[in-house]
């Protein structure tokens, strides 16, 4: 019997509103996640220990965990730290960094995880992955996806506003790396998940085209829901491909090469899909995704993140070698150092420098 339907792994909750996090009790207790009230909550010292002082009364059940970093040590010591606990979850409350180790500690203890996310500065919120920094650098992880995802708008206006632009960033590199796929699918052959594609891209067109900016809770909103869809993209293709192709080559070069001088992931990220789509001679979208990046204060050029010209082209050069196996623009062209010059010129001139 053919196969007429497949099931999409996915958070069994997706709450996106103002107040959000005041009802994350009864969210919780309703979708039977922890009725009981039983969770290990990974917090900052920071922004986490303030919104301890706001939840603790709700989460009286709850047990709270300071994590100080975003390193695979800090991880592990957190997931010992929690195993002798008899807990229905993990809650991870925060940035980027808390929710990575909370979601790497659940996987090793073998608890659901829920994101609580406190700024949107990129899509792994919702994603199978775990980004952590290592004694190698940093490396990704493969971890389950949160079974519930809960984003306060009135908590993410509260922000520093660059956290919030590193994730339109990342939401819009979403156009270029999709594209860099159906390069691969027709260049080598490599099968494209039309789902995962059809709502990555997605994704990144609604904030690309969405008139709104930080300060709008209806492009907050877009926002957040095009991080969580990312997400659920790369569950869906059991891979990062839908949101990660020379944007992010570039990106991890940025890190690799210059790991004192690199700006946020989203920044890195958004300046490399623009330079993307402008190599496969997609012109016009490059321009306009420039235009979009520079409405919302991000950099499109080198400079605008304090690198020189051939600071750039050094890390497009190394961009392939960050990801072997992956083929993107970068690796179709193979240019060589002259080249990505001459096209850096290029664009450029283009966009206005």
Not at 28 to 54: F, N, P, T
Not at 56 to 63: E, I, S
Not at 303 to 312: A, L, P, R, Y
Request: charged share 20%; with cysteine.
């Amino acid at each position: 019997m053919p196969v007429l339907t497949r099931l999409i792994p996915s958070p069994v909750v997706v709450d996106i509103r103002d107040g959000a996090l005041d009802d994350l009790g009864s969210v919780l207790a309703d979708q039977r996640i922890s009725s009981a009230g039983k969770l290990a909550v990974a917090i900052s010292g920071g922004s986490g220990a303030r919104l301890r002082e706001r939840l603790a009364p709700a989460l009286p059940g709850a047990t709270w965990y300071e994590v100080n970093g975003g390193t695979l040590d800090d991880a592990i010591k957190l997931a010992d730290a929690m195993k002798s606990g008899h807990y229905d979850a993990v809650v991870g409350l925060g940035g980027g960094k808390i929710i990575d180790c909370a979601k790497f500690a659940a996987a090793r203890i073998g608890l659901p995880l829920v994101a609580v996310a406190t700024n949107l500065s990129h899509d792994g919120l919702c994603s199978p992955v775990a980004t952590l920094d290592n004694d190698a650098g940093r490396g990704s992880y493969g971890v389950p996806n949160p079974i519930a995802v809960v984003i306060d708008l009135g908590v993410i206006r509260q922000a520093p506003p660059r956290f919030v632009r590193s994730g339109i960033g990342d939401a819009l590199s979403n156009i270029s790396a999709v594209a860099d796929w159906e390069l691969a699918n027709r260049e080598k052959g490599e099968q494209i998940d039309g789902l995962a594609a059809a709502m990555a891209r997605q994704a990144g067109e609604a904030v690309l085209r969405h008139p709104g900016d930080v300060t709008d809770d209806g492009f907050l909103q877009v926002l957040a829901e095009g991080l969580v869809l990312t997400g659920i993209a790369m569950s869906v293709a059991g891979d990062s491909r839908p949101a990660s192709g020379a944007c992010h080559e570039i990106n991890h070069a940025f890190d690799l090469l210059f790991p004192k001088r690199a700006a946020s992931h989203g920044e890195q990220c958004g300046l490399g899909a623009a330079f993307a789509m402008y190599l496969r001679g997609a012109h016009q979208e490059s321009a306009f995704m420039a235009e979009v990046l520079r409405r919302h204060r991000l950099p499109v050029l080198p400079k605008d993140i304090g690198f020189s010209v051939d600071e750039f082209v050094q890390v497009v050069e190394f961009a392939p070698r960050t990801r072997p196996g992956r083929y993107t623009i970068l690796e179709h062209l193979d240019l060589n150092t002259d080249e990505i010059r001459d096209a850096y010129a290029d664009y450029a001139k283009a966009i206005g420098s």
